[in-house]
Every structure is written in C-alpha cells, then in structure tokens.
C-alpha cells in the first residue's frame, strides 16, 4: 500500500509528469496567469508557492537551485527574483489564486485559471 502518496500522476510516467510540472511552471512564471486544467493547476499552486518563497531570501545558492528547476533559464529566474518575489516580501504565503472556468468543450475536462495575487 502507498500510504499518503497525495501527487497525481496525471496517466504519464515520471519523467513526462516532471516535465509538464516544469513547463507549466516556466510559463506562470513568464506570464503571470495560465488557463489548465483543475488537476493541474491545483498540483501547480504549491510547487510556485514554494520557489517564490524561496526566492524572497536572494542569495546565489537559492538562485541555483531555482534555475535548475527552471531549465536553467536565466531570463525566467531573473524575473522570478526581481519582479516576482519582491511584490510578495511581506506576504507570508498564498501567492497564487485557483478560479475555477467552465468545462472544455470537446472532452469535459475542468479548467482553471491559475494567476498570481496582487
């Protein structure tokens, strides 16, 4: 039994899931809002919760390890440090807001509209 197992696999294996997981955060991060599907954005919310947390303190190790999470893309972990996380320095956390949309229309999946908190 695998007790406590709370991520959803989404019916890809693991390197597949870890690359969606990145891509979906490489373009929150790039433009600020997303529209996916519930599933996804609700397994989204707390690994960008996690890395603007992380990139409120701005040290080299912290930007390191962001950008190796991020493929290494500079231009991403640049704005994720100096536009992003400053907004949130006195924010204790809840960075991100869940608004939940109609169903898509040709498989009836549930969306969401994932963005971030002003």
Do not use: C, W
């Amino acid at each position: 039994m695998k007790h406590h197992v709370t991520q959803r696999k989404f019916g890809r294996k693991k390197n597949v899931r870890t690359a969606l997981l990145r891509s979906l955060l490489h373009n929150i991060i790039r433009d600020e809002a997303i529209v996916t599907t519930e599933a996804k954005a609700k397994e989204l919310r707390p690994l960008i919760e996690k890395m603007v947390t992380k990139a409120k303190s701005d040290s080299i190790a912290n930007r390191r390890i962001i950008a190796s999470r991020l493929f290494n893309n500079k231009d991403i972990t640049k704005k994720l440090f100096e536009e992003i996380a400053p907004q949130y320095a006195d924010r204790p956390g809840g960075y991100m807001r869940i608004t939940k949309l109609p169903q898509r229309g040709n498989d009836a999946a549930k969306m969401a509209h994932i963005t971030f908190v002003k």
